[in-house]
Structure formats: structure tokens, C-alpha cells
């Protein structure tokens, strides 16, 4: 299965204050960890509340959920999948000293995160011109020439309007925070891919290719909880 | 320094495990079961999480301080919603 | 009185530059920055303060008009709690103790801690701008959708500096967390350690794991308010108790925050002034982390009276009188320690013997207020008022300034004037009980909170507690005078001038930048005194 590895420690990147590399490492990721269970939380706020208007509001959140496009939903779902393979396999060129492979899987890493923002820039440029983006300029019209005839349920007059709105409130809320995490993922992957392509990284310091790699695969657990939640309810 | 090497292998058998979970979550969808579309999606969702924290994020292999942090943070999100709901669900 | 210099090379003097400070990574210095930063938003928010009280001195609104009012409400209330009591213990004293208590060279992420603090700062000058535009008339809770819809007043920017200002709270967390698991000394175990780093540790779980829930939330407040997206808006279907829940799901553990820190540093004090090994040590180690759980369980207290099901109040009541024990607990072993002690009453062994008096009657009314239907009829009355400044000012910085007093030859290398730090603690003791034990009494009255004017019956308690207000702000200047002073013309300290244990007071005073010249290795337990032993705690004068 597993292989334990023990290559030389790189012990330039061994800060002052600790021992060796082991303890810096297990550090980073123990803080690494601490980190992203903040993360759970303050997604976990806005997830609390799709909760309990989901519950109050079923009827509208199905109306809502009807005009996202499944498609579009589950080829990003895809996207992102894709992307946390490259990312693992990237941790597993540093690991074993790899610089091409690093470098080019860190960079389809990035390219496939570029395509998920594509492809959800153009959903947001939909609902803007369907004018469901929540404010003033929103409006809900029941059986909407946009939704194909089967998908819409048949008691979608009766719907609220306005809480057909607080649906997309929290679709733009939750999908805008998970996409503003993903550029954030991007930029330190653009930072680390030239580092590596420098050589920075070894089996003997990858510390921070793990650690982003964390990160990224976090960001893409919290798109696995929303694409069910916001493009598959019925 | 010594640690885990997940071959690659086990990367590509947890991405065919992800992307075929991703196609029955999307059909399941499409399947009138009332009530239990909901759970299903979560649940399906929560295996796909699991997968990804386990191998992809190397807990599995990881020291159980780290588990405990993983965990930590979705114990205290049901804190939050078993209380939350605590009122909203009995509220008039 | 002579000026004399440090002999050796520490912290403070291996680098004079300005820069050596702002671009510093030493735990200890990044500590001094945060005292100065939160002594100024002290003043800020006690400013304020005198302002609210000069103007209840009177049933009319003679000083100020009710907006206005609202106003500094809000302000002395964001600030306090949110750029005062929440970073002083952790990011002061913890930012500098914690690396040397348990024998390392700096925290776990210095950069981070740096960092922490200009999160801090940008966050800081945000709420000021905000003030400095007008400032905000929600209170410090921000509730909904008044927050989010109705008012006229800077929410937005008042709202994202507490937003930023809650990362730095996030990033100490994060470093002590990880400093505590992986940095401690050969030998020093779990059960070795000091209880302030015990209580810093079930704080930082508090920090890392509630922080973001009100950052979530007063983001969501922003959007709502600042694009017009619906949220919490109940026009729209939109619940203002989610908000509710959300904000008291952070805001009601942010009280341990600031009492829990200074529940360790009690720890400390009472131990060294007692001679004596804490009673029950693992006790009050395990009632830290129970604090922190349980804490989590109880915040629909706060909620009594806002439309929360009858149900969820009743389990929320229960949860509430639960936290209670471990708190109980505290006291009961502090009590004891000193019981089999030798006292002896030090300004630091002063402040902590009123923390314990005043932190049991916030405690004890706290319990009037976890009882559902008593809240019912003192909800939103002074007796809340007076109940949280029994914790947040009678608990919380009276342990913050016992516990600067204690280390603060450690901090600086000087001895401050013992006679004017008990005479201040003396003040300080008698001006907050007159300041507050009245409001107890208006609130159960039924005198209101946050309004400006009030029927004529009240003044008498009224006048007591702006008298008592204007004493107990002599007595936070004193010790601001006599500390600079010290600066200069404090006399040299030793390295462990009150003879007490810990790695801390086994470096010079004030520490090299590296805390230690070799790592230590611990052999024995925390609170090592031989009980009755005396002779070092008159010769702590160089
Ligand atoms: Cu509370």
C-alpha cells in the first residue's frame, strides 16, 4: 500500500525557533488543519441558514433551484473533481523530487480552477440577463420561458417570488464565498508554480505544496455540499 | 523527516470513485423519490467529502491530533444546527 | 533617581530602530504592540463611557439627544469587547508568556503573529473611521434587521472592521493551538503545564472555532445592507433569529474569551501570592476545556424574550446552569489554595482576590439570567448591564491588570511603585462596585438599558453609579501614570523577583530575543512551593 519514505531533510527551510524539520512540518500541518476547520465554520454560518429557509421555504428553493442549469453544475462538479486529482498528483511529484511533473501538474491545477470560474462567470451572466441576480432588478416569473416545460413542477404559480429571491441571496452568497476562496487557490498556485519551476521543492521540503493542496481540496469539498444543496433539489 | 507516499494509483481509483459517485448523485436526482432525494444527495455528498479528506487530504495517514482537528470543526457545525433547530423546529 | 541600564542584551534594547518594531517577529515585542494598541482603544471606548454617564446623571436628555446617545453606546460597546477585552489577555500577556511558559523561542507562525497584529490595526482603524464618520446606533450586537435595513448610521464599515479585526482574533488562536501541541519543552507534559497556557488553550479553541461564525454573519449584513440582497430581512421571508443564532453562537463564548484568559492568570498569581500549589490542579485544568465546550451549548440566553421557541428556551436554560459548575469549580480551588497558603497581598495578589469577589457575583446573577422566567422580567434591564461588567470589567480586567502588574518586571525589566499599585487596585475595586452594584438594583427596578433618559426615581442610583464611574476612571489612569513611569525610574527587576516557579522567571529580565539561552528541561510539576516559604517576597528589588 503506503510507502514510508525518508529522504534527507532540506534543512534550509528550517526556521529559527524550531527543533527540525519533523517538528516544523507537523506544525504546518497541524495549523493547516486548525485553519480549515475555521473554514467548515464560516461556510458552515451561511449553510446554517440555506438550512433553515430550505425547511420553511421548500416550494420556492425547488422553483429557484429549477433555473440552474444542471449541466453547467455538474461539468464544473467534474472540473473541480479533475482538479484535486492534478493537485494530489502534484504532492506526489514534490514528494518524490519531481520538478516536471510539479510544475505541470500544479499548472493544469490552476488551469482547471480558471475554467470552473469560466464557467460560473458565464452562469452569473445568465441569471443577471434572466434578472435573477437578488435586488432590485430581480424578478420572478412563474413557468418561465427560459425552463424547458417537464422540469417545471406545476404548482410553481403559487410560489413567493420573494423567497424564490432569498434562494438566489444564498446562491450568490454561497457560490460568490466558494468562488472568492478559489481565486484565492489560484493566486498561491501562480506563486508556487514559479517557485517550483525554480526548484524550490524536494522530497526534502514540500511543505508548502502540501499545505495548498489542503486548501484546494477543502474548497472543493465545499462545492460537493453545494452543488446537490443549490442545482439538485426537486 | 519521514511521511506517507500515497502511490498514484490510489489517486486515480478515489478520482473514479469521486466522478462516478458525481454521475448517481445527478441521476438520483432525476429519480421522483419525495423526501428522500435530499438525504440521498447529502449522503452522497458526505462519501464524497470522506473520500476526499481521507485520501486526498492524507488523513488517513496523518496523526490523530489531525483527525481530531478534521472532525472538530463539522462537530461544531452540528452543534450549531442541532441547536438552531432545536428552535426553529418547535417554533410557532 | 538614577537612570540605570541593563546590563545584558534583551528584547528591548538589540535593536532600537523603528522598524525593528514594526517588522518584528519576536513574540515579546509584537506583545508590547498589542498593549499599546489596546490601551488606546481603552481609552477610546472609556471616553465614551464618561460621556454615556455624565449624561445619565440626569432623568433628561440634558448632555446628549437619543441618537447621539445610541451612538456611544454602540461605540464603547464595539470597542470594548471587540478591540479591548477580546485581543488583551491572549494577544498581550499570552503573545508574551506563552512561548517562554512552556520553554520555546517563539510561537508556532511568528510572521503570522505579526501579521495578526496589522489585522488587527486595519480592523481598528476601520471601526475608528466609522466612528470618526458618525459612528453606528445598532449596539455592539448589530442585530437585524435593524443593522441590516433601517438604520442611517455606518453599519457597513463598523461591521467589516469587527469583520477584519476577527482574523487576527482567528490567526493567535491558530499559533497557540499549534505552539501548545507541538513547541513544549523536554519533559513538560501536559499536567505540567502553568493553567494559564491550559486556560489560553481552551480560549484559542473558542477563537478558532466561533470567530468565523461572526465573521460569516456580519458579512452576510454587509451584503444585505450594502447590495440589497435579501437575507435576513423578514419583509422578504428572511429570519432575524438566524441572525440571532448566529451572532449569540460566537458572541456568547466570546465572553469566555475574555474570562477565561483571565481566569489563568488568577491561576498564577494566587498560587505565587498563596505559596502554595494550586489545589485541585487537574481540576481546573479540565474545567478550563469544559468552559470552552459547554460554552458553545448555551448561547439562546440571550434570546429569551425574541420569539425562540418556549422549547429551545428551556434546553438553552438548562445548558446555562451546566456552565456554571466549572466556573463553581475555579473558585472553589482558588479559595482553597489560599486557604492553606501563605497570603500576602502584593498589588498583583490584590486584583485577584477582587477578581474572585467579583466574578462570583457576575457568576451568580448570571444565574438570574439563565433562569428563563426571571430574564423575562430583567431582559434589556440594567441588571444585564450590570451583570456583564461584573464579568467582562470586575472579572476580566481586573485579572488583565493583575496580571500586567505581575509580569511586568519580566516585561520590561523594572519594578513598578508598589505602594501606588495598591493603592490603584484599592480604587479601582471601590469604584467599579459603585459604579455597578447600582445597576443591579435600577434593573431590577425596571430601569431599561440603552435609553437615554429615565424616570426621576432613578436618579439617587444613577448619580451613585456615575460617581462610582468617575472613581473607577482615577483609578485606570493611576496606573497608566506610575507604569511609564516605571519605565525610566522604576528600580531594576531581578529575573524572578516574587520567587515564583515557571520557565518564565527562569530568564533574565526583561528575556533575551531568544527567551532562553538553551532549552530547558522540566523535571517537576507547575506551582513547585514549598508551602509557608516567605523569604523571597520582600527581596524583589535588585
Ligand atoms: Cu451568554
Known amino acids: ?234 | 523527516m519521514s511521511f506517507h507516499i500515497v502511490p498514484r494509483s490510489t489517486y486515480f481509483k478515489v478520482f473514479a470513485a469521486l466522478v462516478l459517485l458525481l454521475v448517481v448523485t445527478v441521476l438520483a436526482a432525476k429519480v421522483p423519490l419525495g423526501v428522500f432525494n435530499t438525504p440521498i444527495a447529502l449522503s452522497i455528498g458526505l462519501v464524497k467529502a470522506t473520500l476526499i479528506v481521507l485520501y486526498f487530504m492524507h488523513v488517513r495517514y496523518s496523526p490523530p491530533l489531525v483527525r481530531v482537528f478534521a472532525a472538530g470543526g463539522f462537530l461544531w457545525l452540528a452543534i450549531m444546527f442541532a441547536l438552531t433547530f432545536s428552535d426553529v423546529l418547535t417554533r410557532h | 533617581m538614577t537612570v540605570q541600564g541593563f546590563a545584558h542584551r534583551n528584547y528591548l534594547n538589540a535593536d532600537y530602530r523603528f522598524r525593528s518594531w514594526l517588522w518584528t517577529t519576536d513574540h515579546k515585542r509584537i506583545a508590547i504592540l498589542y498593549m499599546i494598541s489596546i490601551t488606546m482603544f481603552f481609552f477610546v471606548g472609556g471616553a465614551a463611557a464618561v460621556l454615556f454617564r455624565l449624561e445619565l446623571m440626569t432623568p433628561r436628555g440634558d448632555l446628549t439627544i437619543a441618537e447621539t446617545y445610541n451612538r456611544l453606546f454602540t461605540l464603547h460597546g464595539v470597542i470594548m469587547v471587540f478591540f479591548f477585552l477580546i485581543p488583551s489577555i491572549p494577544a498581550v500577556l499570552g503573545n508574551f508568556l506563552l512561548p517562554m511558559m512552556i520553554g520555546a523561542r517563539d510561537l508556532a507562525f511568528p510572521r503570522l503573529n505579526l501579521a495578526s497584529w496589522y489585522i488587527f490595526m486595519l480592523g481598528g482603524v476601520m471601526a475608528v473611521g466609522a466612528i470618526i464618520a458618525g459612528g453606528a446606533d445598532t449596539g455592539w450586537t448589530f442585530y437585524t434587521p435593524y443593522s441590516s435595513t433601517y438604520t442611517n448610521t455606518n453599519v457597513i464599515l463598523m461591521a467589516l472592521g469587527v469583520f477584519v479585526a476577527g482574523f487576527s482574533s482567528i490567526l493567535t488562536g491558530l499559533n497557540f493551538i499549534v505552539t501548545i501541541h507541538t513547541m513544549r519543552a523536554p519533559g513538560l507534559t501536559w499536567f505540567r503545564l502553568p493553567l494559564f497556557v491550559w486556560a489560553h488553550y481552551a480560549t484559542s479553541l473558542i477563537m478558532v472555532l466561533g470567530t468565523p461564525v461572526i465573521a460569516i454573519t456580519l458579512l452576510l449584513v454587509v451584503l444585505e445592507r450594502g447590495l440589497g440582497i435579501p437575507i435576513f430581512d423578514p419583509k422578504m421571508g428572511g429570519d432575524p433569529l438566524l441572525f440571532q443564532h448566529l451572532f449569540w453562537f460566537y458572541s456568547h463564548p466570546a465572553v469566555y474569551i475574555m474570562i477565561l484568559p483571565s481566569m489563568g492568570v488568577i491561576s498564577e498569581i494566587v498560587a505565587c501570592f498563596a505559596r502554595n500549589r494550586v489545589f485541585g490542579y487537574k481540576f481546573i485544568a479540565f474545567s478550563s476545556l469544559a468552559i470552552a465546550v459547554i460554552g458553545f451549548l448555551v448561547w439562546g440566553h440571550h434570546m429569551f424574550v425574541s420569539g425562540q421557541s418556549v422549547y429551545a428556551g428551556m434546553v438553552f436554560s438548562f445548558m446555562s446552569m451546566l456552565v456554571a459548575v466549572p466556573s463553581a469549580i475555579k473558585v472553589f480551588n482558588w479559595t482553597a489554595t489560599l486557604h492553606k497558603g501563605a497570603v500576602s497581598l502584593e498589588t498583583p495578589m490584590l486584583y485577584a482576590l477582587g477578581f474572585i469577589g467579583l466574578f462570583t457575583l457576575g457568576g451568580l446573577t448570571g444565574l438570574f439570567l439563565a433562569t428563563l422566567a426571571i430574564d423575562v422580567h430583567v431582559h434589556d434591564t440594567y441588571f444585564v448591564v450590570a451583570h456583564f461588567h461584573y464579568i467582562m470589567v470586575g472579572g476580566a480586567v481586573m485579572g488583565y491588570l493583575g496580571g500586567i502588574h505581575f509580569w511586568w518586571p519580566k516585561m520590561t525589566g523594572r519594578m513598578y511603585p508598589e505602594w501606588w499599585g495598591r493603592l490603584s487596585a484599592g480604587i479601582i475595586f471601590i469604584g467599579f462596585n459603585l459604579t455597578f452594584f447600582p445597576q443591579f438594583v435600577l434593573g431590577y427596578l425596571g430601569m431599561p438599558r440603552r435609553v437615554h433618559e429615565y424616570v426621576e426615581e432613578f436618579q439617587v442610583l444613577n448619580v451613585m453609579s456615575s460617581a462610582g464611574a468617575s472613581i473607577l476612571g482615577v483609578g485606570y489612569l493611576i496606573p497608566l501614570a506610575y507604569l511609564i513611569w516605571s519605565l525610566r525610574y522604576g528600580p531594576l527587576a531581578s529575573a524572578n523577583p516574587w520567587g515564583a516557579t515557571g520557565l518564565e522567571w527562569q530568564t533574565e529580565s526583561p528575556p533575551t530575543t531568544f527567551n532562553f539561552d538553551k532549552t530547558p528541561v522540566v523535571r517537576e510539576e507547575a506551582y513547585h512551593y514549598d508551602t509557608g516559604l516567605t523569604e523571597a517576597s520582600h527581596s524583589h528589588v535588585l
Open chain 1, 1 to 234: 500500500m503506503e510507502i514510508t519514505a525518508a529522504p534527507m531533510p532540506d534543512t534550509r527551510h528550517v526556521a529559527h525557533h524550531f527543533d527540525d524539520a519533523e517538528q516544523q512540518f507537523v506544525a504546518a500541518e497541524l495549523g493547516m488543519w486548525v485553519f480549515l476547520a475555521t473554514e467548515v465554520l464560516f461556510f458552515g454560518g451561511v449553510f446554517c441558514g440555506y438550512a433553515i429557509y430550505r425547511f420553511k421555504y421548500a416550494a420556492e428553493f425547488i422553483a429557484g433551484s429549477h433555473r440552474l442549469d444542471v449541466w453547467l453544475g455538474t461539468v464544473n462538479t467534474a472540473v473541480l473533481l479533475t482538479s484535486s486529482l492534478t493537485m494530489a498528483l502534484a504532492v506526489h511529484a514534490a514528494q518524490t523530487s519531481r520538478r516536471g511533473a510539479l510544475v505541470r501538474n500544479l499548472l493544469l491545477t490552476l488551469l482547471l480552477g480558471a475554467a470552473f470560474l469560466g464557467v460560473k462567470g458565464y452562469e452569473y451572466h445568465h441569471k443577471f440577463e434572466e434578472r435573477l441576480v437578488p435586488g432590485r432588478n430581480f424578478r420572478f416569473v412563474a413557468h418561465s420561458a427560459h425552463v424547458p416545460e417537464s422540469l417545471q413542477p406545476a404548482k410553481e404559480e403559487k410560489v413567493d417570488p420573494r423567497q424564490v429571491e432569498l434562494f438566489f441571496s444564498l446562491y450568490f452568497a454561497m457560490t460568490g464565498l466558494h468562488a472568492l476562496h478559489m481565486i484565492i487557490g489560484i493566486g498561491v498556485l501562480a506563486v508556487l508554480i514559479v517557485a517550483a519551476g525554480r526548484g524550490a521543492f524536494s522530497g526534502g521540503y514540500f511543505t508548502p505544496i502540501e499545505m495548498t493542496g489542503l486548501y484546494w481540496h477543502f474548497v472543493d469539498i465545499v462545492w460537493v455540499f453545494l452543488f446537490p444543496l443549490l442545482y439538485l433539489i426537486r
